[in-house]
Nanobody, 126 residues
Framework: VQLQACGGGLVQAGGSLRLSCTASGRTLSSYAAGWFRQAPGKEREFVAAVARMESSTRYADSVKGRFTISRDNAKNTVYLQMRNLTPEDAAVYYC????????????????????WGQGTLVTVSS
């Protein structure tokens, strides 16, 4: 499966953005998906993950209550709605996917994902 992330941009602190990750080549419904981010000079970090069952999600503590991950299998797309953005959220955001048999399985470990999008840049001005 190939992943294409988009939706990044420049936003003021306190603003919102919605990132999209669209899959092609195979149906995304067989995959758990996640969002990761990497800021300059920092390591890639986990942001959010969603299992094949949309109700099964996990968030990094730093984004809990502000970010929402969701999926629309009919559109082969996973979303990351980001609200109340801060300069600390500025990074390149990557979507990732891993095929899984379980409907409720997901992972916060980047090493478990074998399909990655190209990244989309989020810039937050203070």
């Amino acid at each position: 499966v190939q992943l294409q992330a988009c939706g990044g941009g420049l936003v003021q602190a306190g603003g919102s953005l919605r990132l999209s990750c669209t899959a092609s080549g195979r149906t995304l419904s067989s995959y758990a998906a996640g969002w990761f981010r990497q800021a300059p000079g920092k390591e890639r970090e986990f942001v959010a993950a969603v299992a094949r069952m949309e109700s099964s999600t996990r968030y990094a503590d730093s984004v809990k209550g502000r970010f929402t991950i969701s999926r629309d299998n009919a559109k082969n797309t996973v979303y990351l709605q980001m609200r109340n953005l801060t300069p600390e959220d500025a990074a390149v955001y990557y979507c990732a996917a891993v095929q899984t048999a379980g409907y409720y399985s997901y992972s916060s470990d980047a090493a478990r994902y074998d399909h990655w999008g190209q990244g989309t840049l989020v810039t937050v001005s203070s």
